[in-house]
């Protein structure tokens, strides 16, 4: 006894699937810019922050002295500055009746200009302390999904330190993924006709909801591999998919006319090609030699050799020669 199921016509998208992985549009790892004391943390592991908002807080007590002594130092620069100035026109009058050489003149004209540099210098140094003290404050640079934090209050944190926290848009994403040239080509060949629909299959094996589009085609082939690197955006709701996340990246082209499709399982090969065992209509077993297209979802696409109709044996080939007679039970399609 065998299980026989016939032959169809079906329309079978094509498809072809690489492995990929998966990319944030934008990326953050947030360091500290200067050395200090961490204060809390200003956010919750895992929660979503807006562009500018306050994480981090480095003690500013330090930094905030340092603006003042240069504000200090800054007001001292102008008075001298001030002064240098009443000698200087105190000094041309004094020309006018010379009641003191020019030579003086000269030198009071070089401290002047003197005391404006050193304002010049000191107002730099204070916009530097501000800018010093601004850093005593971690605000995040773009909007997205903040990470767990790596330092907690009281420790000691510099440039030098790993990054505190890590800030991830995934409202869309990227899939970036390599195929080859011959592929390449065919995928070139199907968008003259239809562009095909990029999907995304999860690691147990379903669908992603959303599909995606190719934003990015490298201009180089990788010479180790003979690849080309391609990438595609993909919509991103619920932050279901993570960066880093392997994932297989499936090129699906709209189904053409109806092909004749066959049970993946009735196939066998050997030193001659692809066959299937087939029962005839006086339910006697025969070879037939086919040749095989694209296979999927169980089945396979048979392009020469077999007609819609014809019963070919999905259970029970090990156990039948050609031209022994058996008996037959019929398999649902699809089953």
């Known amino acids: 006894t ?6 169809e016509q079906k329309s079978l998208a094509r498809q072809a699937e690489f492995i990929g992985r998966i990319e944030a549009v934008e990326r953050v790892d947030v360091r500290a810019r200067i050395t200090g004391v961490l204060e809390t943390p200003r956010f919750k592991d895992g929660e979503k922050v807006a562009a500018g908002q306050l994480l981090y807080v480095i003690e500013p ?14 007001a001292s620069a102008k008075a001298d ?18 009641a003191t050489t020019r030579s ?3 030198q009071r004209r070089a401290e002047l200009a003197r005391a404006e540099a050193n304002v010049q210098i000191a107002e730099a140094a204070l916009k530097d302390a501000e800018i010093t003290l601004g850093y005593t404050e971690i605000r995040a640079p773009i909007a997205g999904r903040v990470g767990r934090t790596t330092l907690t209050a009281g420790n000691l944190v510099s440039p030098s330190s790993n990054a505190l926290t890590t800030i991830v848009n995934d409202e869309s994403v990227r899939a970036a993924f390599s195929i080859s040239q011959r592929e390449m080509l065919e995928y070139r060949r199907m968008e003259k006709s239809a562009r095909p629909l990029v999907r995304l299959k999860l690691a147990d094996g379903s ?12 201009n180089v082939v990788d010479p180790q591999t003979d690849g080309l690197l ?16 392997s994932v297989r990246v499936v090129f699906e082209q709209p189904a053409e006319a109806a092909q004749v499709v066959m049970p993946q399982n009735a196939l066998a090969a050997d030193q001659t ?19 095989i297209g694209q296979m999927r979802d169980g089945l396979a696409v048979v392009t020469e050799g077999l007609k819609p109709g014809e019963m070919v044996i999905v259970q029970g080939q090990q156990r039948v020669r050609p031209g022994m007679k058996v008996n037959v039970q019929t398999a649902v399609a699809g089953n």
């Open 2 to 7: 065998v299980v026989v199921q016939p032959a």
């Open 104 to 106: 003086m003149l000269d």
């Open 273 to 291: 090609g692809s066959y299937v065992l087939l029962v005839d209509a006086e339910q006697k077993v025969a070879v037939r030699y086919v040749k």
């Open 81 to 98: 500055a001030l002064n240098a100035e009443l000698t200087f026109e105190r000094t041309q009058e004094l020309v006018k009746t010379n």
């Open 207 to 218: 669908f992603f909801s959303q599909a995606g589009t190719f934003d990015y085609v490298d």
């Open 230 to 245: 391609l990438r595609a955006t993909f919509p991103n709701p619920g932050s279901e998919l993570k960066h880093d996340q």
């Open 61 to 74: 007590d330090q930094f905030k002295v340092a603006v003042d002594s240069k504000k200090a130092q800054l």
